[in-house]
């Protein structure tokens, strides 16, 4: 063993003893700690151990020790959840009673039904109609003022409701156009989509669409209108706008006329609170398009 | 041979008891003592009329609608840089007061030194003066000494809440949460946050005292980066004082090594071993040594605030350096020129903000769409803001060299109101013609305007239209 002398450095200046190193010239002094600092350790020992009682702590194989105190951040966050579905009770069902057509006349409920509704709309509908409500080909632009099915805020509710071409409810909206692919001959088809073409002056062949125009007078105006307008009744698009669900070249119009197009949409009804659905109704309408 | 002790890991506080001193520092450090404390105390009381909608407080810290008022003064979040500029004002203004003087802050202004200071004092008048204290402390604890402990204890308890109670009425209405406080209906909040500062102001300025400076706090090792030799610091004339020995004898010093300085000394030091990390220049031992050479004769100021460059020009004979000569130097002046040019900037930064304002947030998904008309929409939220106390009717405009139409969701005209004190969002549509330059180019420069119907006042955020060619 080396003599523990040795390794005693005494600072001059002080008379203090140092910890024996040195950095770049700088020595540090071995000054004892204040005791009541050893206190303030142990207190927190102390603090602790109790803390591992009261909260949870211990990680064992199937979660964590629970803690006296039983708490848990999940648990809060349920709490605060009940919170508020408390505190907004009389809303909810003043919303769930509401006559949409004049929910805008009630501020308060109509701007709890726009916050609440955008939450349902970001968790139910975003997955296909996008989290800001754009849409995609062949799912509708909810932003826009072009609507299938009606565009009023009862027709959105209804639409919600119900869904569109599903079978699990009677009530939920149909029409299905026809593949034409089966009943007219390729150069016909092409004649009616330079005919379709020309309703929204897009670039088209006009001879091609003097004589689409003629098959689309047999075949189409029954549900999309004479002056290709459309009908939110049947679902039938207007084929005069800018705005195309699947898409205005020639080759999209081509395929949609051949083959036909199916989008469906689940009834929600069944899913959603009616004050949910009053509510993502509400949304949609204030989006920008709303009738 | 005896193997050398190992060194003490832990040492217990050496208790202090400092004597009652009087003099010019002294009563300036009671009138300082009586400013701070009466502000602190009594500023949640001061009333100020703002009108029916807003707080009559004051100073007032309303962290629920996240306003800051102070008098006619309003702060809403977004003018943040007014704190941050008065904190760079305050932190510049420590560096202007430590080259200049040292550690004067801690001695004269920091609330550790205020309150023990307090404390001290209510210690001397329930248990007497320096010497009374040690006897006591000594003394065994009998019934006396358990009643005169106990006394103090519940005054400095007194004090303690009032500190804690004072604090928390600066956050919210002071007569409303008193009667709350008093009546047990007030929020958990302020009851905890009056327990833990009651306990802070009890343990720190009773008990702790000198340990919080020494051990805790970090500015006293941050200011000696600060100083330089024509800082004044409390210092002892040693080449005067020395030898110092208690009969006046033949060359000897002007120290009559009276105890005076160690005795009255907060921090529990002998200034005489010369500057060191414990000082925080409360100039109390000035004021006991300036009375000890009154009493035997001799020129004040032994014990006096001094600068390092005076040491060697004192020790050669010369007369003492002016003070106001050690604190105009450049740094000072530097110093003093950065805060006040700050100072102003805030300043000129008050007066020149607007009352109403706008924020605009294009929307950004979908970055515009077309309608059926072939037109293209952009939407934009905004934010409208009114500081007046009244409610205010905001038009919406837009200026651009495309032809551009705006609308406000909602409304038929493109006015709406925005209560008083407050920021209302508004959606507003901004629409092209298919034909137009905007519909098609990539982006288009345009301007969003706000202005007051009534008064005209207006004011504006640039943004862009984002048209087909994305």
């Known amino acids: 063993m080396s003599d523990p002398k040795k390794h005693q450095d005494i600072d001059k200046e002080t008379g203090v003893e140092t910890t024996g190193h040195e950095w770049d010239g700088i020595k540090e002094l071995n000054n004892p700690l204040p005791r009541w600092w050893l206190w303030t350790f142990y207190l927190c020992i102390v603090w602790g151990v109790g803390y591992m009682i009261a909260y949870p702590a211990w990680p064992l194989i199937n979660g964590a020790t629970a803690g006296v105190l039983g708490y848990s951040t999940r648990g809060e966050v349920a709490a605060e959840i009940d919170r508020y579905k408390e505190q907004n009770a009389d809303l909810t069902s003043a919303l769930a009673a509401v006559e949409l057509a004049s929910l805008g006349d009630d501020e308060a409920l109509n701007r709890f039904a726009v916050a609440a509704g955008g939450a349902v709309f970001r968790t139910n509908c975003s997955q296909c109609h996008g989290s800001g409500a754009a849409g995609a ?11 299938l099915w009606g565009g009023t805020i009862d027709d959105i509710a209804y639409t919600v409701n119900h869904g569109i071409r599903n079978e699990t409810d009677l009530d939920a909206h149909w029409s299905q156009m026809p593949a034409f692919g089966d009943v007219l001959e390729k150069e016909e088809i092409s004649q009616v989509v330079h005919y379709v073409m020309s309703l929204s002056s897009t670039e088209h062949d006009a001879t091609l669409a003097t004589a689409g125009a003629v098959i689309f007078d047999e075949q189409c105006s029954s549900c999309h209108g004479v002056n290709a307008e459309g009908d939110t009744s049947m679902g039938a698009p207007n084929l005069g706008d800018a705005i195309w669900l699947y898409g205005g070249d020639e080759a999209t119009l081509t395929e949609t006329v ?34 | 041979m ?28 009671w009138w300082i003592m009586a400013v701070t404390l009466g502000i602190y105390y009594l500023t949640p009381w001061i009333r100020w009329d703002r009108g029916p909608a807003l707080p009559d407080q004051a100073v007032l810290i309303d962290m629920a609608h996240r306003r800051f008022y102070f008098f006619w003064i309003e702060i809403w979040p977004h003018e943040f840089y007014f704190v941050a500029g008065l904190l760079i004002m305050a932190g510049l203004g420590l560096f202007l007061f430590t080259s200049a003087l040292g550690r004067v802050w801690c001695g004269y202004a920091c609330p550790q030194t205020v309150w023990t200071d ?42 303690a809440i009032a500190t804690g109670g004072a604090w928390v009425f600066y956050f919210t209405d002071a007569p409303t949460l008193a009667r709350d406080l008093v009546a047990g209906t007030a929020h958990p909040v302020a009851y905890s946050t009056i327990a833990v500062l009651t306990a802070t102001t009890f343990v720190f300025g009773g008990f702790m005292r000198e340990q919080i400076c020494i051990y805790m706090c970090p500015w006293p090792r941050i200011q000696g980066a600060m100083m330089d030799d024509d800082t004044l610091t409390v210092a002892y004339r040693d080449w005067r004082g020395e030898p110092r020995a208690k ?24 200034i005489r071993e010369g500057q060191q990390m414990e000082c925080i220049t409360c100039a109390l031992c000035i004021d006991a040594c300036d009375d000890v050479m009154a ?16 040491e060697p020009e004192e020790r050669a004979g010369k007369p003492p350096k002016p003070v106001w000569k050690h604190v105009l130097r450049t740094r000072t002046v530097l ?60 038009e919406i ?74």
């Open chain 2, 335 to 394: 110093y003093t020129t950065l805060w006040s040019l700050i100072g102003f900037g805030l300043v000129f930064a008050l007066f020149i903000r607007a009352d109403i304002d706008l924020t605009v947030e294009p929307v950004r998904n979908p970055q515009y769409i077309v309608m059926s008309d072939g037109s293209v929409r952009n939407t934009y939220t905004l934010r409208l803001r009114n500081k007046h106390g009244e409610p205010r009717d905001f």
């Open chain 2, 397 to 470: 405009s837009l200026t651009s060299d495309a032809a551009l139409q705006l609308s406000l969701e909602g409304f038929d005209t493109n006015v709406m109101t925005v209560a008083p004190d407050s920021t209302t969002q508004a959606r507003v549509y901004v629409i092209s013609a298919p034909q137009d330059a905007a519909a098609t180019a990539g982006t288009t420069a345009l301007r969003l305007w706000v202005e007051d119907v009534e008064s005209g006042e207006r004011a504006h955020r640039d943004t862009v239209f984002n048209g087909k060619d994305q």
């Open chain 1, 137 to 147: 080909k062949g799912y509708p632009n909810l932003l826009d003022d072009d609507w």
């Open chain 2, 118 to 159: 307090l404390f001290i004092l209510v210690e001397r008048w329930i248990e007497g003066d320096r010497n009374a204290r040690v006897r006591l402390w000594k003394a065994d604890w009998n019934f006396k000494k358990w009643r005169m402990r106990i006394t103090k204890w519940a005054v400095w308890l007194l004090i």
């Open chain 2, 2 to 29: 005896t193997t050398p002790q190992p060194p003490k890991l832990f040492a217990p506080q050496e208790p202090i008891f400092p004597r009652r001193v009087s003099g010019f520092f002294r009563t300036l450090k």
């Open chain 1, 258 to 291: 051949t083959y036909s197009r199916f989008g469906v949409m689940p009834a929600w009804g069944p899913r959603l609170t009616p004050s949910d659905v009053n509510a993502v109704a509400a949304y949609v309408h204030q989006l920008g398009g709303g009738e």
């Open chain 2, 295 to 310: 009493k035997i004769g001799k020129a004040r100021g032994l014990i006096d605030y001094l600068a390092l460059a005076d």
């Open chain 2, 247 to 270: 009969k006046r004898l033949e060359g000897t010093g002007d120290c009559i090594d009276c105890m005076a300085c160690v005795n009255v000394c907060p921090m529990g030091i002998d």
